[in-house]
């Protein structure tokens, strides 16, 4: 019922910088939780980003002061601003809404974009 369109992947050298938006196809940001995951060939989807419909906002350890995850509620769009990567952070990057209600949870994944740090 719910689609998540994501862009702003690519190719881009270890300093460098991207921003991925992830947008929803209906008003959904207000009550949903947002995440950001990544996944690297034969590694596991990990958490990178998380943030509540509430506001609060954590990150993992290996991404902190690098990353940050923020919301425009109004285009129904959440970010995911990149800085200082570096080759690690190569992955297939995906945003996930995810909503806990009585008798189950509503969770929506986006496609992937993919980043890729090199010189």
């Known amino acids: 019922q719910v689609q998540l369109v994501e862009s702003g992947g690519g190719l881009v050298q270890p300093g460098g910088s991207l921003r991925l938006s992830c947008t929803a196809s209906g008003s959904i940001f207000s009550i949903y939780n947002m995440d950001w995951y990544r996944q690297a060939p034969g590694k596991q989807r990990e958490l990178v980003a998380h943030s509540t419909s509430g506001g609060s906002i954590n990150y993992a350890d290996s991404v902190k002061g690098r990353f940050t995850i923020s919301r425009d509620n109004a285009k129904n769009t959440v970010y995911l601003q990149m800085n200082s990567l570096k080759p690690g952070d190569t992955a297939v990057y995906y945003c996930?809404?995810?909503?806990?209600?009585?008798?189950?949870?509503?969770?929506?994944w986006g496609q992937g974009t993919q980043v890729t740090v090199s010189s």
């Open positions: 996930n809404a995810h909503r806990e209600v009585i008798g189950g949870t509503y969770s929506y």
